[in-house]
């Protein structure tokens, strides 16, 4: 048995681990990421890194104000990293069509044109097909037009937590390849981590497991509801030329990214721990892909992953002390969004850690107790 001390143990080495870590490291802290597997080996390292504050789970209400929080504080700290590391974390902005194929899509998004319009900073317009086509001449000619988004951001995920990573390290953030096998507790206080063959002493304890810190629910006795919900994307090479926008249809996405390739996803699949790709799951990508961009029959398959999002049961991120717990903490749950939300959750941490409440607007939306 070895034994070490540190003041914070995160348990997990993805892009909220990491980044807290950081922030944790910048404000004094003394921190071990103790990871599993490798940083950012799962989602956060194969996400494809959208970042807009202006769709999805829990948007409008109740998160806008906190994903715009998020979106600001990713501009500013993708600068940030990148002059700490070097490395360039691949922030970029890019014009975003939502298309609309029916009736009923093309109603639902002049009504979300008509509250997005009024989010600062964003312009946000509906556009018929004759523009969408003269925006994106690869959309599908078929549409009935789109929605419009001027111009949320992107990056790349990987690039980003390997940057948070070595950034932290510049203030003795240490990692340890171990996987956690559970929590060492006297009295109630949770004074470190049992990992194989060893064990870690603490000051305070980060549950940040993405998936599988539902299995940290029977070490501290807390029902953490957060469960793995599957996703795959694939990247294709294409003789045409580069999409000029993010196209989205419906959830699914297509994009050029900066490796040049075209991405496009995705899937929802309730697969428990599975993160073996799939053929259903190829051809249901390739069938939304094919019905955004239908030119895209001709590209040609060059990598297919799948990795697993932590979905807390109502969609949103879960951070907060664990309750009964003073020094344990949880940091999951941000699904389809958590690269967008990293930022974030690993402030709101932070606060809590340091301060007993963050004020970041609307931190008060994810707490352990709303369950
Ligand atoms: C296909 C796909 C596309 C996506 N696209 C986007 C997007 O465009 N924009 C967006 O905002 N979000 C996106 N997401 C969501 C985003 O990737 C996730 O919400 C986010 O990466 C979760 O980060 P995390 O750090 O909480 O979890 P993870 O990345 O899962 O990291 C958790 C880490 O904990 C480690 N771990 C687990 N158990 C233990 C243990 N016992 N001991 C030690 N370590 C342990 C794991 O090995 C893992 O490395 C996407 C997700 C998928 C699947």
Redo the contacts with the bound molecule.
Sequence with gaps: MTTRSRNVVI????????LSAYLLGKNGYKVTI???????????????????PLTGVGLPEPLLEFSLWCYGRHRSISRELQEATGIDVGFELKDRLNLAFDDEEVQAAKTNVDWMRNVGGFKVEWVDRDQAVALEPQVNPECLGALHEQSPG?LE?YRFVLAAMRAGERNKVELLN????GLISEGGKCTGVT?ENGRIDADVVVL??????Q??SEWCGVDIPVTP?????LRLRSKKNPLKLAVNYKGN?VATKPDGLIWA???EEEAGFDENTTSAGRNSIMEDLLKMVPGMYEAELVQQ??????LSTDGLPIVDKVTGWDNLYV????????????TGMAHVLLDLIKYGESDVSGAEHLKLDRF
């Design positions: 348990i997990g080495g993805g892009i909220v681990g990491c103790l990871e599993a597997d490798s940083l950012g080996s799962h989602a956060s390292g194969f996400a494809f890194g959208g970042l807009d992107a995920p171990r996987r956690a096998t990992y940040a497991m993405g998936p599988w810190t299995q940290a919900l599957k996703g795959q994307i996405y996803g995705t899937t992953t799948a990795c697993l999002r932590p940091s999951t749950g941000a699904g389809r969004k958590g690269i967008l939300w990293s």
